[in-house]
């Protein structure tokens, strides 16, 4: 089956450090690859995706690279804020039993200090 | 409305009781997908409907949970005979996708229901 396997959290970092999320999947098929972010006391939210392998999604400076050679989409950010301090859901979408439904990571909490 | 609605936003109940969830999806979104979220674990689907298609239950716990989606806009999740492993925070998302095609854009969430069973 599908699957997708994040590094545990919590990250925790200082203002202006550089971010690697990792994330590594398990797809039948070819699968559309998405990070969400859950924001405290706030519903999850798209924060970027790749549909393609060797897409690069971005978004708020935020990056990860669609690599189907090593089934992988790391999250990347050179510098990150307080604001940045949430929950990060790695996931993908691909066939599973004549269906396609989102399979998610369990999440890796971020927390950044001033 | 402007985006997914779930109620209620916290439900309180006796083990033992039933409870209905509702989620109010995207106009003109197909799909729609129930997931649950306990406390450190990732998002666990439960169900999902595509437009008139039968609905994917490969993900119900048990035969105590079920869901329906009533002229293919809002949809009901009830557990019936709560028990206190079913306290979790339920979300909800719907996305336009084509029929059972691959989810190209995104799916948007609810801002969940907390279940909680005492």
């Known amino acids: 089956g599908n699957s997708v396997t994040q590094m545990e959290g919590p990250v925790t970092l200082s203002e202006e450090a550089f971010l690697t999320i990792n994330c590594t999947y398990t797809a039948t098929g070819y699968p559309s690859l998405f990070w969400y972010v859950q924001y405290p006391g706030e519903g999850l939210q798209l924060l970027l995706k790749?549909?393609?392998?060797?897409d690069k999604g971005s978004n708020k400076g935020f990056e990860a690279t669609y690599r189907k050679e090593t089934t992988s989409f790391h999250l990347e950010k050179g510098s990150v804020q307080v604001s940045d301090s949430a929950v990060y859901f790695c996931a993908l979408s691909a066939a599973s039993g004549g269906s396609y439904i989102p399979t998610f990571g369990r999440g890796t909490s971020l927390i950044v200090h001033p | 409305g402007a985006g997914v609605s779930q109620s209620p936003s916290n439900k309180v109940t006796e083990k033992g009781k039933d409870v209905e969830l509702r989620c109010d999806p995207i106009s003109g979104h197909t799909a729609l997908y129930w997931y649950r979220q306990s406390l450190g674990q990732g998002l666990e689907f439960l169900i999902y409907?595509?437009?008139?298609?039968?609905?994917?239950k490969s993900g119900l716990p048990s035969d105590r949970f079920s869901a329906e989606r009533t002229g293919g806009s809002v949809s009901t999740l009830t557990i019936q005979r709560t028990q206190q492993e079913d306290s979790a925070v339920y979300l909800c998302?719907?996305?336009?996708?084509?029929?059972?095609?691959?989810?190209?854009?995104?799916?948007?969430f609810g801002q969940g229901t907390r279940l909680t069973v005492v």
């Open positions: 790749a549909t393609k392998a060797d």
């Open positions: 409907f595509q437009g008139n298609s039968a609905p994917d």
């Open positions: 998302a719907s996305s336009f996708s084509r029929d059972r095609g691959p989810l190209i854009t995104e799916a948007f």
